[in-house]
């Protein structure tokens, strides 16, 4: 339990620095903007496929040929489903600058990173379940790193369509605290029930694979910064991989 509460500590303390760096930075230019995204994007990918889709085949046994991938469609499909219900949050962020396109653009990213991290906190608490300290390191180590990145880039969209800075302060605060709700949800849920470990190891990979698939590669390759992201996506896959070999 003590490895969980630091757990939800770190991921609430990056997600805090990464919001006052977006406060600093509001004039972030795209090229650094889609590169950190990038790298974020690579840790991510490295996290949720040793983290989480290794050990769910692992603890699969016989079922290894399916279950895995039952969990990971579950899991994109599950996250598909909630992001429909990001339009909604465009009168209550206050977007009321700059063309309807761009608040659009704005509101359905910020939508997106916020929805998503309470199955990501899912995932880091449910990598506890495996009791492999080094899994859960590797899932933690990887969203962690991540929430710097999208902490810090949430915040200049929301300021520039119209949204005040304590408003814009309070989603970065809450998109926190979701997530922080979600890895005590994730690690009692597999306290309760061992038996669903596999799959929802696979389900909480399901869902770092479809905003990494269909949300934040798509966004770094939006600009001309596409090659420089693709680069800095393998920086960060291979900078996983060396701090998965450390912890191992």
Known sequence: MNYVLITAGGIALCSLAGAVI?????????????????????????????????????????????????GIFCGAVFLSIINRGGPKLAGRLGMEKGDADSRSRALAFVAAIAIHHFPEGIAAGVSFGTGDISDAVTVVSGIAFQNIPESMIIIPPLLKNGTGKKRAAAVAVFSGAV????????????????????????????????VIVDDMVPQTHLRSSGRLSTYMLLLGFCLMLAITFFFE
């Open 22 to 70: 977006g406060f600093l930075f509001e004039d972030i230019p795209p090229a650094v903007e889609d590169a950190v995204s990038g790298c974020a994007a690579g840790i991510m990918l490295c996290a949720a496929v040793l983290g989480l889709v290794v050990p769910s085949m692992n603890f699969s046994g016989s079922n290894a040929a399916w279950m895995p991938a039952l």
């Open 179 to 210: 997530e922080v709700l979600g890895v005590f949800f994730g690690y009692f849920a597999i306290t309760l029930s061992t038996a669903i470990l596999p799959f929802a190891l696979a389900f909480a990979a399901g869902t770092m694979l479809f």
